[in-house]
């Protein structure tokens, strides 16, 4: 059985049976867990869309001389590191 499908009584006597550092990391773990989440779903829907589509995304797309990507980095890289 995995650890998402027991029960909460099944879940609190597998906790009960760790060392306590173990259990020490569980804690830090699920707090790092609600934080994370938290953080997540403090995001207004407005918000979340800023993010997903920043402004400065295509900032470039006019630039003729990155109109072609891989020969502009080449070219970059080329320059930095010239072949010897």
Same mark, same amino acid.
């Given at each position: 059985?995995?650890? !998402?499908?027991? %029960?909460? #009584?099944?879940?609190? !006597? %597998? =906790? +009960?049976?760790?060392?306590?550092? +173990?259990?020490? *990391?569980?804690? #830090?773990?699920?707090? %790092?867990? &609600?934080?994370?989440?938290?953080? #997540?779903? !403090?995001?207004?829907?407005? *918000? @979340?869309? @800023? /993010?997903?589509?920043? *402004? ?6 006019? @630039?003729?001389?990155? +109109?072609?990507?891989?020969?502009? =980095?080449? &070219?970059? @890289?080329? *320059? #930095? /590191?010239? +072949? &010897?």
């Amino acid at each position: 059985m995995y650890l !998402s499908n027991m %029960e909460t #009584q099944q879940l609190l !006597s %597998e =906790i +009960a049976t760790l060392p306590p550092t +173990a259990r020490q *990391e569980l804690e #830090q773990f699920l707090m %790092e867990l &609600k934080l994370r989440y938290a953080r #997540q779903n !403090s995001l207004t829907p407005d *918000e @979340r869309t @800023r /993010w997903m589509n920043p *402004e400065f995304f295509g900032m470039h797309a006019d @630039r003729e001389d990155m +109109a072609d990507s891989d020969a502009y =980095i080449r &070219k970059l @890289r080329d *320059e #930095q /590191w010239p +072949a &010897k």
